[in-house]
């Protein structure tokens, strides 16, 4: 089953804490405390079609979280992409028989929605290569492929 494109990102707004489902539940558990705890963390959902309604020329572009608080595009772009290549190659060492698989191993391919601008893709691809998700010869961004990872 696809996750929702929620994230949760600690209040140091550079650690992502939580994706998915895990990060609702962990955001409704800091909102349903009295403290106010729950207003220093950044909680985005929907955040990918943030960035196509919302990229243009402008690549230091921001995304208001819920709580109307915001960090630059590029940073919680990057942390998702960061979080989903380590989960995968987390849950390979459990799933695969060898137990190892390396990024040396890996083509990674980084698909979006079809209907995003080229600046959108060309945002995705800087994003992809600054949490170093491959070497330029390694990551393809297939822009006419309709689903999308997140």
């Known amino acids: 089953m696809k996750?929702?494109?929620t994230v949760l990102i600690?209040?140091?707004a550079k650690t992502l804490d939580s994706f998915g489902y895990e990060a609702e539940s962990k955001y409704s558990e800091l909102a349903s405390d009295d403290n106010n705890e729950h207003k220093r963390w950044y909680y985005f959902r929907h955040f990918k079609m943030m960035l196509h309604e919302k990229i243009g020329l402008d690549r230091n572009i921001e995304l208001e979280d819920e709580?109307?608080?915001?960090?630059?595009?590029?940073?919680?772009?990057?942390?998702?992409?960061c979080y989903l290549k380590e989960d995968m190659?987390?849950?390979s060492k459990v799933r695969l028989s060898s137990g190892h698989i390396s990024e040396d191993d890996i083509t990674w391919v980084l698909t979006v929605p079809a209907i995003w601008?080229?600046?959108?893709?060309?945002?995705?691809?800087?994003?992809?290569?600054?949490v170093?998700?491959?070497?330029p010869y390694q990551f393809e961004l297939l822009s006419i492929y309709v689903q999308y990872i997140f």
């Open 3 to 5: 996750a929702p494109t």
């Open 10 to 12: 600690k209040p140091d």
């Open 67 to 81: 709580t109307q608080k915001s960090l630059p595009a590029k940073t919680v772009f990057s942390l998702v992409i």
């Open 89 to 91: 190659l987390k849950n």
């Open 117 to 130: 601008t080229d600046a959108a893709k060309q945002f995705m691809r800087e994003a992809a290569v600054e």
């Open 132 to 135: 170093a998700l491959s070497n």
